[in-house]
């Protein structure tokens, strides 16, 4: 068919040898899901590792994908190699490739490409999905408490929130808007930001979430890890 969707996930890693087995277990999940209205592959960036992260990825992948090394210590860069090398692989048209984003130490749920693709043949053409913890173990008693009633979701099921372990966007589009930029943190909202400069049409979702570790200590400067961490210093008055 010429008018079938190729989807390209797209994961940076950085010393994940814990976390991306589960990662990539979902993924394939999902990529299963599709395999019977779209072909998939799954693009894992191994960015300045010294684990295990580049083999497992490697054993796990097979050929349903690639593992590429970076040395960057930057989630953007990771980003955007990830992309570069998935766009290399591809003959398609790119108006029907989605690049889907998703990081290491998250669990996708099945659904979760079918339900991208669904959104992008009704004329989305970038995605901003939510997210979810996995455990609070490393935080405070009240700290489950203060994310979710921090966590805004909107009645008709739009949100504010932007990350990169949950953001789709059409290859096209992407490629239009510049692409991930070379940066530490924040690289998902910079993404965001330049696909509306760009004319991109935009959808935000919470139906589309996926999980992702409670960690205190991230790989991103000032990201999401740090965002949740920082509710354990929230005084008891605000």
């Known amino acids: 068919m010429t008018d079938q969707w190729h ?11 814990d976390l991306l087995p589960r990662c990539l277990r979902s993924v394939l999940q999902a990529r299963e899901a599709v395999l019977g209205i779209a072909t998939c592959d799954v693009i894992v960036a191994v960015d300045r590792s010294v684990d295990g ?13 690639a593992v590429i090394r970076c040395d960057a210590g930057m989630v953007g860069f990771a ?20 690049l889907a984003n998703t990081d290491a130490d998250c669990c996708v749920p099945v659904t979760w490409l079918a339900d991208q693709l669904q959104l992008a043949e ?13 455990s609070f173990e490393e935080h405070g008693s009240i700290v489950p408490d203060r994310f979710r ?17 949950n953001l789709g966007v059409r290859a096209d589009v992407y490629l239009r808007a510049g692409g991930w930029a070379k940066l530490c943190t924040a690289e998902d909202h910079d993404l965001w930001h330049r696909l ?14 996926v999980v992702t570790s409670g960690r205190r200590h991230g790989r991103a400067p000032m990201g999401f890890a740090g965002a949740l961490a920082a509710h354990n210093e929230v005084s008891l008055d605000a």
């Open 7 to 17: 989807v390209s996930v797209l994961i940076p890693a950085r010393d994940e040898e």
């Open 53 to 65: 992260t580049f083999r497992i990825a490697q054993e796990m992948l097979g050929d349903a994908g």
């Open 79 to 98: 980003r955007a190699a990830a992309a570069r090398a998935a766009l290399r692989r591809r003959r398609e048209v790119l108006s029907r490739v989605w």
């Open 122 to 134: 009704t004329g989305a053409q970038a995605i901003a999905g939510i997210v979810d913890v996995d």
């Open 149 to 165: 009633s921090s966590y805004v979701l909107h009645p008709d099921g739009t949100h504010p929130h932007i990350h990169g372990a």
């Open 196 to 209: 509306s400069r760009a004319g991109a049409r935009k959808l935000s979702s919470s139906h589309l979430k």
